[in-house]
């Protein structure tokens, strides 16, 4: 998974985002040896019931929305994202940024945001998410010795997975939940056939989700999705369409938008 549950690369139980960061600190303290020098600072959002959440803001972990439902209105009307149409990553005005320079730093603000994002108990899961993390990195790096520098945008993103209702046994909110992540999945995916179709317009202002990622989707940038299966036969309808979704994602090919 994404985020699994150590924020720590050590721990085997850790996900992608922990073991891609110290990944990265390993590089940058390697290149430092040849003079470079990096400057890294991160993000974290959440796309719950089609608004933005921002999981460092200060009083983000304060405990409240474990297994409740969040009142996002007044939150999410201070995030906006902004494009500045060069295919750019996106700015998300409002959302709270955090330099970080050591691993610790770095579970610390993933501990942070964890406490703070919307999970909820369904019957086909005990702690499911029912939002989209974002984590964002952006690094900027500079060699003295050559004056060269370099400018680069990491996004990783753990999608929730889609639910059927008559599974998860899901009702109000929870069920408003389900309902708005099958909605933002179902968004993605149209934006995903319509470039692999090469179509003039890609619906990406159809979801909060599609709009904030619409620049990792075209210019210079490199996406991959990983998609989780499971094995036992009662969720085989689950897994196929996860699989039918997957390979509509492989058929297509970024090109400069």
Known sequence: TMLGEGNTAADERAGLIPRAMDHIFTSAEALGDKGWSFTM???????????????LKEDAGKPKRKAQPMDATKESAKLEIKHDGKNNPAVVVGATTVQVSTREEL?????????????????????SSRSHCVF?????????????EVDGVLNLIDL?????????????????????????LSALGDVIAALASGEKHVPFRNSKLTYLLQPCLGGDCKALMLCNVAHEASSASETLSTLRFAAKVNSVELKRR
């Open 41 to 55: 600072t991160a993000s974290m959002l959440e796309v719950y019931n089609e608004q933005l959440q921002d999981l």
């Open 107 to 127: 579970e610390a603000l993933l501990e942070r945001a964890l406490k703070a994002r919307s999970v909820g108990k369904t019957a086909m899961n005990a702690r």
């Open 160 to 184: 929730a997975g889609s639910e059927r209702l008559s599974r998860s046994g899901a009702t109000g909110e929870r069920m408003k939940e389900a309902q708005h992540i099958n909605k933002s």
């Open 136 to 148: 964002t990195l952006r690094i900027q790096g500079a060699c003295g010795e050559t004056n060269e």
